[in-house]
């Protein structure tokens, strides 16, 4: 039994020890958020990850703290995120200078469900910094673009300056077998895009309900009123999958930072079924 | 267009979805078809009431004029009506200015004639109104949920 308990804590204190990154690039992409790629500072690479996933990132003498991967999961020499920077931690992070190492762990926790997702339409629905974990996913479905029926992007952020990945969304909204529609709360007049909430955007889609799988993440507020269009307009539960974000610390489940409910968010989620957690979801406690 | 073509037209747009078919017959009579160029101001901030249009094509901004800038607050597009104001009484004022940010077809209906029509025939007046009060409504959620400031809400994980 101690043999046990030895070899868990072990593998405990293994799963604790952040691998080398270094940063290769920053890239801004709005006024308070950035994007990073890190390539392994040694010869052992940094692991793979699938579409959702997110690591530990460590600024040495700081602090660690979960940011979701948001590069391809094709690119194995590199892993790449996409930081907003709200506070000491992240404006540390993305104040971080090509060649500086940061500590990696994971990938960690639940990716979105591609392999179920295959045959049927995707939808793809972003608030704001949101569309960092889903954009993995997008590269997947345009890379096995056979596999999956329309790839619906619907993409709202606070202003046209708040948008991410801007040249990238008229790259996607240019293909021929997509619909990418991105909203801003307000613009000026140079902005000739949709003006108003991300739920709004849905009367230019044609949904079919039985055959559409989900994929939300923005703020709990904001995938509140999307998950009432879409079942609204028939969706089911099951077919409704999203990201949620809590305060986590250790991101293996151990230290019980980030419990919702029976759930710890760092490995069973961040990514959900909505019908597996709608009795939590929205709840003020939580 | 012809009045059959406005007649199916009408039958087809959402805005008139439920609608009876001698309700559609008369909004057919009483609309007209227009257009307006990229660019256009369709009306202003503080113009009265007048025209209440369905879109066909193109969409349109709400804007707000302040000193110094114009604020885009909201676009319409194929589908959707523009102008419910109008249907009040004609003291009512436009609260925003309306812009066409590319070709625009609609079929306009003066505002008059919708409030005459709604006094002399209760069920069409009925039948209008709970349409305009849905897009109200729908705004008015809208408007709440832009005020909610969603994406602003920050936490650790991006």
């Known amino acids: 039994m101690a043999v046990i308990e030895a070899e868990q804590e072990r593998g405990l204190a293994n799963a604790m020890v952040p691998a080398l990154g270094r940063v290769a690039q920053v890239k801004k992409e709005t006024s308070d958020t950035f994007t990073l790629a890190v390539e392994p500072a040694s010869a052992e690479p940094l692991a793979g990850f699938q579409p959702g996933q997110f690591s530990m990132l460590y600024v040495f003498g700081a602090g660690e703290l979960p940011i979701s991967i948001s590069g391809d999961p094709q690119e194995r020499s590199r892993l790449v995120y996409t930081v907003r920077s709200v506070g000491k931690l992240t404006q540390l992070l993305v104040s971080r200078k090509p060649g500086d190492v940061i500590g990696v762990r994971g990938p960690y926790g639940t990716h979105w469900p591609l392999k179920a997702a295959r045959g049927k339409d995707v939808l793809i629905v972003a608030g704001g910094i949101g569309l960092a974990p889903l954009r993995p996913a997008i590269y997947h479905i345009l890379r096995h673009r056979a596999d999956y029926g329309r790839l619906i992007v619907l993409y709202g952020a606070r202003s046209p300056r708040d948008l991410i990945y801007r040249r990238q969304i008229e790259e996607w909204a240019r293909l021929p077998d997509a619909q990418v529609l991105a909203t801003v709360d307000y613009g000026g007049v140079a902005w000739h895009g949709h003006v108003g909430v991300v739920t709004g955007l849905f009367r230019y889609v044609r949904l079919q309900p039985f055959h559409t799988v989900a994929l939300i993440c923005g703020p709990e507020i904001m995938m509140r009123y999307v998950i009432w269009e879409l079942e609204t307009r028939g969706l089911q539960p099951g077919d409704l999958h999203i990201s949620l974000e809590r305060n986590m610390k250790c991101g293996i489940g151990f230290c019980g930072h980030c419990q919702y409910g029976p759930n710890f968010l760092c490995k069973d989620g961040p990514i959900f079924p909505y019908h597996e957690i709608r009795s939590w979801f929205g709840k003020y406690e939580l | ?158």
Not at chain 2, 22 to 40: C, P, Q, T, W, Y
Not at chain 2, 94 to 105: D, I, Y
Not at chain 2, 108 to 113: C, K, L, N
């Open chain 2, 1 to 158: 267009m012809t009045i059959e073509n406005v007649t199916d037209t009408l039958r087809e747009h959402p805005f008139l979805q439920g609608f009876r078919p001698d309700h559609i017959d008369k909004l057919a009579a009483m609309a007209s078809e227009v257009r307006f160029g990229k660019n256009e101001l369709i009306f202003h901030e503080g113009d009265e009431s007048s025209f209440f249009y369905l879109l066909l094509s193109g969409s349109v901004a709400l804007e707000v004029p302040t000193p110094g800038r114009t604020v885009r607050v909201a676009t319409l597009g194929h589908g959707e009506e523009l102008g419910w104001s109008s249907i009040l009484p004609s003291t009512h004022v436009k609260q925003f200015q309306a812009r066409s940010l590319e070709e625009v077809r609609a079929l306009g209906f003066d505002g008059e004639r919708l409030r005459h029509a709604c006094e002399e025939d209760y069920s069409f007046g009925y039948a209008l109104l709970r349409a305009v009060l849905q897009v109200v409504a729908s705004r008015l959620q809208a408007t709440r949920i832009q005020l909610l400031d969603i994406y602003s809400p920050v936490s650790s994980k991006a």
